[in-house]
């Protein structure tokens, strides 16, 4: 099989782990050519981005686009996710987006669906029949039960619990240590706080914290002041 020069979006610390896991599906079987990183800014990199191996910005993509094969989307917040994959795929619209998927990580992929652009971390656990839409993001040590559902762009922070049947909305981020229970429903662009649990459905736009988990009072009226 050739190999493909893929090109990570992004430079902080997701972009490092799926560099990390390039290397390790490379270790298991040679498929990606890891050229480096590319950043909207580069003048904006901070203090936690990498900067070695860091190609140029968006505009080295358009100059660079015969010598790239497929793109990788190196960064953890669900909005700019979506963003950026809207942003890009305009630009580029032969470019790839390949599923990846760390090789630790165990799955029933005779009956997953996994959207172009989408992640799975170390060490994930996904049951049967798992659907992962386009561009989402499972990070390390998540569970997946059987027929969950992860909508576009939605990111699911390390060692969260995904109970069978979850329908996870599009935008959302679901964070660390976080669990939400059998055949619940989270809305779209929500926020399900760190380490909360979620025991009812949750409606779309909204923050929730706690245990069990509730709406945030704070958050509500941010919104209710725009």
Avoid at 8 to 27: K, P, Q
Avoid at 36 to 64: A, C, I, K, M, P
Avoid at 104 to 111: F, K, W, Y
Avoid at 185 to 208: C, F, L, P, R, Y
């Amino acid at each position: 099989m050739k190999r493909k020069r893929i090109v990570i979006i992004g430079a902080g610390g997701m972009a490092r782990e799926v560099a990390s896991a390039l290397h390790w599906i490379n270790r298991a079987e040679p498929r990606f050519d890891f050229l480096g990183y590319v950043v909207s800014d580069v003048s904006r990199l901070g203090g936690h981005d990498t900067r070695d191996r860091v190609l140029g910005g968006f505009s080295w993509l358009e100059q660079n686009r015969s010598s790239v094969d497929a793109l990788a989307l190196g960064v953890g917040s669900p909005a700019t996710r979506l963003e950026l994959a809207a942003g890009i795929t305009a630009l580029l619209k032969e470019i790839e987006w390949p599923a990846l998927i760390h090789p630790t990580a165990v799955i029933d992929l005779d009956s997953a669906q996994l959207g172009e652009g989408c992640f799975i971390g170390a060490g994930t656990v996904a049951t049967v029949n798992i659907a992962l839409e386009p561009f989402a993001l499972v990070n390390f040590g998540v569970t997946l039960g059987h027929e969950v559902r992860i909508g576009r762009g939605s990111v699911v922070n390390p060692g969260a619990n995904i109970s069978g049947g979850v329908v996870i909305g599009e935008g959302v981020l679901v964070g660390t240590g976080a669990q939400i229970l059998q055949y619940l429903q989270v809305g779209s662009h929500t926020i399900v706080g760190a380490g909360a649990v979620v025991t009812k459905n949750v409606e779309s736009d909204a923050t929730v914290v706690g245990v069990p988990a509730r709406p945030c009072r704070a958050a509500k009226t941010a919104a209710a002041g725009k």
